[in-house]
């Protein structure tokens, strides 16, 4: 079955730590996103690449790095720099060049900082 | 910048009591509406999209619309498996992001 895989489900950081969180996906699709959601709020952009090797950043950037060596692959880091990072993250992909554009997501990791 | 509001923030229905939620939106040259129903936990699962004003989709329960301004999900008879959250975000001719509005959080009682 084509997808988007996420991993882990859930995911602890300690204070100070970096963690990375998993983004793969089999649909053949150009763009890749990552966005964060926080309790009863709409999602917010963090970063997205359109292509291979390329990515930009969203509204929300500071505190996270991401990389797009692979086209199924678009790992998000969360780096000790972010003062916040207890949300629900999920990551999208979706086809920006052709006709239909919508994103289709995967089932989301829940950072919890402890 | 583009803007997307949804209301209200909460519904609570009776099963089978039919109604409307609001997504109002300002984008500069819209290129598609998107609505999503997102279940506690889980990722946002694609409904509708809607390219231009005038234009309406359906699916079992739901109906979407959308004029210059907004767009409205309607949702006739709902039952219990209706509850979610529902999620409408706005695409830009310029660009391929999505800007969401913060949902509606719909509960239907039996």
């Known amino acids: 079955d084509g997808g988007i895989t996420q991993s882990p489900k859930y995911l602890f950081r300690k204070e100070g730590q970096n963690v990375t969180l998993s983004c793969e996906q089999n649909?053949?699709?150009?763009?890749m996103y990552w966005y964060r959601q926080d309790p009863g709020q709409g999602l917010r952009l963090i970063y997205y690449s359109q292509i291979v090797n390329d990515f930009q950043k969203g509204d929300i950037a500071e505190g996270y790095s991401v990389s797009r060596e692979k086209k199924e692959s678009f790992p998000l880091t969360v780096t000790s720099a972010q003062k916040n990072p207890t949300a629900f993250y999920l990551c999208?992909?979706?086809?920006?060049?052709?006709?239909?554009?919508?994103?289709?997501f995967g089932q989301g990791t829940r950072l919890t900082v402890v | 910048e583009d803007q997307v509001t949804q209301s209200p923030e909460a519904l609570r229905l009776q099963e089978g009591e039919s109604s409307s939620l609001n997504c109002s939106y300002t984008v500069s040259g819209l290129r598609g509406l998107f609505w999503y129903r997102q279940d506690p936990g889980k990722g946002p699962e694609f409904l509708f999209t809607l390219y231009s004003a005038g234009e309406e989709k359906e699916k079992e329960r739901l109906k979407a619309t959308l004029t210059k301004k907004e767009s409205f999900l309607h949702i006739t008879a709902p039952k219990p498996e209706d509850s979610a959250t529902y999620l409408c975000a706005v695409q830009a001719r310029a660009g391929n992001m999505l800007t969401f509005g913060g949902g509606t959080r719909l509960m239907v009682k039996p």
């Open positions: 649909l053949n699709h150009d763009a």
């Open positions: 999208a992909s979706s086809t920006p060049f052709r006709a239909n554009t919508e994103a289709f």
